[in-house]
């Protein structure tokens, strides 16, 4: 992880109620490294160790963001803050090499926005994909919308993982950049 997010890393070990002053003042403070740290924590899943220990953290976690409409606010607010790959006539406007991140202008915006909507509700599903189902189950929202964002993560997802497969094959970094070339047009679309 290049940010660091893993358990040798003793800013992300902590005792239960050190987990939950933590917590408190991430949605507190609201600061944008607090933001990013927000991001990371609510999609995270008790793999090892005390499950039941994890499991009252993140309900807690749950619990004091959903009370903190300012907390929502700025959450959301991330999920705003993303540049459009397309030109004014609808065309994509690759970087030199000819692609365009897809992590950072299609899946952050959905990803970011689809976690606000689900922590408003108090959903704990960790996948996009999974807490579009539960928003949509809930009736919150718009059934078409959340169809459109549904198909539109998994497109994304599948162009990202699909130019891996040619980029691992041809000796190329790893990245979530698409060659806008190889894109049909209706992936384009």
Do not use: Y
């Amino acid at each position: 992880c290049k940010g660091g997010v893993m358990a040798k890393n003793a800013q992300w070990r902590h005792s239960e109620r050190d987990w939950k002053i933590l917590i408190e003042s991430w949605v507190r403070r609201q600061r944008p490294e607090d933001l990013l740290s927000v991001d990371i924590f609510f999609d995270s899943i008790v793999v090892h160790g005390d499950t039941a220990l994890g499991e009252r953290v993140l309900a807690h976690a749950f619990h004091v963001a959903k009370q903190s409409r300012d907390f929502l606010l700025q959450l959301s607010a991330t999920a705003r803050q993303w540049r459009t790959p397309l030109s004014w006539l609808g065309g994509f406007r690759p970087a030199a090499d000819g692609r365009v991140d897809l992590k950072k202008s299609g899946l952050f915006p959905i990803v970011a926005s689809v976690r606000a909507i689900a922590i408003k509700h108090g959903i704990r599903e960790q996948s996009t994909a999974a807490r579009l189902r539960a928003i949509s189950d809930l009736g919150v929202g718009s059934a078409s919308d959340l169809d459109t964002l549904t198909d539109a993560h998994r497109d994304l997802l599948g162009a990202v993982l699909s130019q891996q497969l040619i980029d691992g094959e041809m000796g190329v970094a790893l990245s979530t950049k698409v060659e806008v070339r190889r894109l049909s047009a209706e992936a384009k679309r």
